[in-house]
């Protein structure tokens, strides 16, 4: 529900915008974000975006509530060497870098 939802409210804002003469140079989306922006750029029609939206939404919803996520504040080799110190190394990973965070 949150996917399309999501999508939705992204694909709305660029139509408010755009009835009021902004256009975009370019366009950047993450994870439900990227199908937005592929949609805005015009290399999906909103058809096309729908049906991807629809398809992440029902494949994602089978892993729902099966894994968890935490940020901390550590560059990602000192996370690693810290989760191999504590034990943890073969069950918790480092899925994601934000390197405007450190």
Not at 61 to 66: C, M, P, V
């Given at each position: 529900m949150?996917?399309?939802?999501?999508f939705t409210v992204q694909a709305g804002l660029e139509?408010?915008?755009?009835?009021?003469g902004v256009e975009p140079a370019?366009?950047?989306g993450h994870s439900v974000g990227e199908v937005a922006a592929a949609?805005?750029?015009g290399a999906?029609?909103?058809?096309?975006a729908c049906q991807v939206i629809a398809e992440r939404s029902r494949s994602q919803?089978?892993?729902?509530?099966?894994g968890r996520m935490a940020a901390v504040v550590l560059d990602p080799d000192s996370?690693?060497?810290?989760?191999?110190?504590?034990?943890?190394?073969d069950r918790l990973f480092v899925a994601g870098v934000n390197p405007t965070a450190m």
């Open positions: 949150a996917q399309p939802l999501l139509a408010a915008l755009a009835a009021r370019a366009v950047v949609y805005c750029a999906l029609t909103r058809a096309q919803a089978a892993t729902a509530g099966t996370a690693r060497r810290r989760l191999a110190a504590e034990g943890w190394e």
